[in-house]
């Protein structure tokens, strides 16, 4: 059974910092892509970051320079790190694999969602 735990959100004062973790286990093949969604109440899931098993990362224009993803395979942990965070990033944040960069496919697993708040 294939799972994905987040962890790390919690309540900052904007211009703060968070790192969000996501641990996968149950894997029996390498995921293409993994990546960061959020969702705020009353809008869409948006991608993050995303990044594939080549190396290869993108960001949402709204988080370039100041969010980073990666990753530790010998962990099996996504990170997301998060930096001069602004209270437009007030959302729950989804780890997601196997997903073609931000467009989830039909077999993306996700995590529960770890909620990020940010303070003005």
């Known amino acids: 059974q294939v799972q994905l735990v987040e962890s790390g959100g919690g309540s900052v004062q904007a211009g703060g910092s968070l790192r969000l973790s996501c641990v996968a286990s149950g894997y029996t093949d390498s995921s293409f892509c993994m990546g960061w969604f959020r969702q705020a109440p009353g809008e869409e899931r948006e991608g993050v970051a995303a990044i594939d098993s080549d190396g290869r990362i993108i960001y949402a224009d709204a988080v370039k320079g100041r969010f980073t993803i990666s990753q530790d395979n010998a962990k099996n942990t996504l990170y997301l790190q998060m930096a001069n965070l602004k209270p437009e990033d007030t959302a729950m944040y989804y780890c997601?694999?196997?997903?073609?960069?931000?467009?989830?496919?039909?077999?993306?697993?996700w995590g529960q969602g770890t909620q990020v708040t940010v303070s003005s």
């Open positions: 997601a694999a196997d997903t073609y960069y931000f467009l989830p496919l039909s077999n993306t697993r």
